[in-house]
Antibody, heavy 124, light 110 residues
Framework: EMQLVESGGGLVQPGGSLRLSCAAS????????MHWVRQAPGKGLVWVSR????????NYADSVKGRFTISRDNVKNTLYLQMNSLRAEDTAVYYC?????????????????WGQGTLVTVSS | QSALTQPASVSGSPGQSITISCTGT?????????VSWYQHHPGKAPKLIIY???NRPSGVSNRFSGSKSGNTASLTISGLQAEDEADYFC??????????FGGGTKLTVL
């Protein structure tokens, strides 16, 4: 059964750092683009970042560019999000999501599997 | 990129049909046939129910259907069931090659 399990969330002070992980199982992880999407309390979903199947291409939302770094380990079947210089507005549940395209050179516009999310709270 | 506009809430009785709208611009919803819909029960993983405007993934009930007209996409749920009570989000490809989502709609089954 296909599964995505996020971890690493927690309470961090403004300006601090946190690294999220997303453990993938039940599918060929190395064949998919992967994404991070977040949802602030009471708000809608916001796309954060994506990485291609071999990790050579990454993209970020303007709101996190220069502060967040997405990466992956295709041996450990794990996706990461390194978050630095955290701000209160980064407080959200962070979801990892699998791209809709198998073996695609380009990302699709939809996400066919999601994790349950991990909560990041930035507060002093 | 601004979020897509969805109604905050909709409701319906079991067996009825409801429609949730998702309004964007010509830079996203209106410009591409790449609208998706997700069902989200709080505390659980979101679930893809419609992709590319009107396609259903394998295993998704045919009670869910999607359409688009101009800058507005719609999700229709027919034969409402208690388990359909959830939050629903739309998403669309954008000219910046990323994805923008709606603010979400809470569906209440009366």
């Amino acid at each position: 059964e296909m599964q995505l399990v996020e971890s690493g969330g927690g309470l961090v002070q403004p300006g601090g750092s946190l690294r999220l992980s997303c453990a993938a199982s039940g599918f060929t992880f190395s064949s998919y683009w992967m994404h991070w999407v977040r949802q602030a309390p009471g708000k809608g979903l916001v796309w954060v970042s994506r990485i291609n199947s071999d990790g050579s291409r990454t993209n970020y939302a303007d709101s996190v560019k220069g502060r967040f770094t997405i990466s992956r380990d295709n041996v450990k079947n794990t996706l990461y999000l390194q978050m630095n210089s955290l701000r209160a507005e980064d407080t959200a549940v962070y979801y990892c999501a699998r791209d809709g395209g198998y073996g695609s050179a380009y990302p699709y516009s939809w996400f066919d599997s999601w994790g349950q999310g991990t909560l990041v709270t930035v507060s002093s | 990129q601004s979020a897509l506009t969805q109604p905050a809430s909709v409701s319906g009785s079991p067996g009825q049909s409801i429609t949730i709208s998702c309004t964007g611009t010509s830079s996203d919803v209106g410009g591409y046939n790449f609208v998706s819909w997700y069902q989200h029960h709080p505390g659980k993983a979101p679930k893809l129910i419609i992709y590319d405007v009107s396609n259903r993934p394998s295993g998704v009930s045919n009670r869910f259907s999607g359409s688009k007209s101009g800058n507005t996409a719609s999700l229709t749920i027919s034969g409402l069931q208690a388990e359909d009570e959830a939050d629903y989000f739309c998403g669309s490809y954008t000219t910046s090659t990323t994805v923008v989502f709606g603010g979400g709609t809470k569906l209440t089954v009366l």
